[in-house]
């Protein structure tokens, strides 16, 4: 396992070997197989979603259910995902971690990621900054967010696009600097 790390980084040890060896196996144990067909299609259309129809879907629950903070939640969340997708390319290249699918062909099909590299993920980052408004504001939405969080963040892995630490990372950035944001403009 560890070799296959290497074989397809060229050979010598890299930074991710050591990691890699460690989450290796939880990402070959959480990949779908391509014989699952509903869970992988499930796995694939969340992903998809995460390519940004899930915020018009969030946008328009909060307009629906939270009409009077809807302003101050969308600001706070617009900000944050604006400010970290400042900081997400740099951090993406600078670590260039490979992802699980582009390691070894043990994941069903998925479709292409949007960038080349694993670590962070965006697409939880994304969604962990959109939601902390939300549940700052909204305390009892909570378990509704959570759901979506572990559907966006099952998915990632499912199709090989994560290791469990890249959405571990994903999920501390975005819930980090939306939570800030999201103090200092809502308290």
Not at 41 to 58: E, F, Q, T
Not at 123 to 143: E, F, K, Q, R
Request: include cysteine; aromatic fraction near 10%.
């Amino acid at each position: 396992m560890l070799n296959d790390l290497r074989d397809v980084q060229g050979g010598g040890r890299s930074r991710w070997d050591r990691i890699g060896a460690i989450e290796w196996p939880i990402a070959h144990a959480l990949a779908l197989r391509p014989d699952r067909r509903m869970p992988v299609a499930a796995a694939n259309a969340v992903s998809r979603l995460g390519n940004g129809p899930i915020y018009l879907l969030i946008v328009g629950a909060v307009i629906l259910f939270h009409p009077h903070e809807a302003a101050t939640i969308i600001l706070c969340a617009a900000a944050s995902i604006v400010l970290l997708h400042c900081i997400y390319p740099i951090v993406k290249r600078a670590t260039a971690r490979p992802r699980p699918r582009d390691v070894k062909e043990d994941f069903a099909y998925s479709p292409p990621p949007l960038d080349k590299y694993s670590f962070p993920s965006g697409h939880v980052m994304t969604l962990s900054a959109a939601l902390t408004p939300i549940v700052y504001v909204a305390p009892g939405a909570w378990p509704l967010g959570l759901a979506v969080w572990a559907a966006m963040a099952w998915s990632r892995l499912a199709v090989g696009h994560h290791y469990a630490s890249d959405i571990a990372a994903g999920t501390i950035m975005g819930a980090f600097v939306s939570g800030l944001l999201t103090y200092w403009i809502a308290s």
